[in-house]
């Protein structure tokens, strides 16, 4: 039903409002024998007269007023969407859908959109810190337009770029037993009690395959879901960590340099293979794509 009514709702608000075809198919803009027949088929498809004819005028039955009522929002709804996703979609004034991992919410995030908006001044940002599937689901459901994420997903429903990488430290107690060292072998840290990301996160499936590589399979004691966290667990003396580097030096831990194997996360940009982009969404995806190698602060 409302399919079929959907395009007549604004013929019969128009004929509403002037209480005359002619005048509503005038200010329509349509023929007034198109507008006749409309109405005409709107009252045959309800089963009810909406409109009392009176020569060439027409007056509201109290069924048409019920109707248009809701008509009225509907229609007002409809206009308040259109505003919205032209807006959305303004070059100078549009917004963008953008996530990206905890980890890059303190210093990397902030730091492109303050590049970013120097050409952009008035784009604005709808920002979603997530782990990267997270994300990447958001992306296939349209409540993102573009992610930063580590692993670089490779699925043929969506297009991603690496962009850099980052290296990851063996991160140790102040008190541990190889705190005193700058580098480490990973397999030094076989026996070592871990503590890391839940399943589902990009850092989480990095550490495993790291001390797979390294021949072991870490024991872990806690699993977390930010990598802050993560390191106060480890100034507690609750365990070891690979982690990126902090955005300010955590008292309390020591960071390895890891040689063997080579300890680094790929940071990628991804978006939806299928959907094309708005004009500040094309903007930003550029920016992003001319920071491959330079994503990350020196």
Request: hydrophobic share 45%; aromatic share 6%; proline share 7%.
């Amino acid at each position: 039903m409302a399919l079929l009514l959907a395009p007549r709702l604004a013929y019969f608000a128009g004929v509403a409002r002037t209480e005359h075809v002619t005048r509503a198919a005038q200010e329509l803009n349509v023929p007034q024998s198109t507008l006749s027949r409309a109405m005409v088929r709107l009252e045959r498809d309800l089963g009810v007269d909406l409109f009392a004819r009176h020569g060439r005028t027409v007056s509201l039955t109290t069924a048409g007023r019920t109707f248009l009522a809701s008509v009225e929002r509907a229609l007002a709804e409809i206009g308040r969407a259109a505003e919205e996703v032209r807006a959305d979609a303004d070059p100078a004034t549009g917004k963008v859908a953008f996530g990206f991992l905890h980890t890059m919410g303190a210093e990397t995030v902030p730091g492109l959109l303050h590049a970013f908006r120097a050409d952009h001044p008035r784009v604005r940002f709808s920002l979603v810190q997530n782990y990267g599937e997270a994300m990447l689901e958001g992306l296939r459901a349209g409540e993102l337009d573009l992610c930063l994420t580590s692993p670089v997903p490779d699925a043929p429903d969506l297009v991603a770029r690496r962009l850099d990488e980052q290296k990851l430290r063996l991160v140790v107690p102040a008190d541990h037993r190889l705190a005193a060292r700058r580098r480490i072998r990973l397999a030094e840290a076989a026996e070592e009690i871990f503590v890391t990301l839940e399943p589902g996160y990009g850092l989480r499936r990095i550490t495993d395959d790291l001390c797979r590589e390294a021949g072991f399979k870490p024991r872990i004691a806690f699993e977390g879901e930010e990598a802050e966290t993560l390191r106060g667990l480890v100034a507690a003396g609750l365990g070891v960590a690979l982690l990126p580097p902090p955005t300010v030096p955590r008292p309390g831990v020591v960071e390895l340099t890891v040689t063997a194997p080579r300890a680094v996360r790929e940071i990628g940009v991804a978006w939806p293979a299928d959907r094309p982009d708005t004009p500040p969404v094309a903007a930003f995806k550029k920016f992003l794509l001319s920071r491959r190698g330079n994503l990350l602060p020196s």
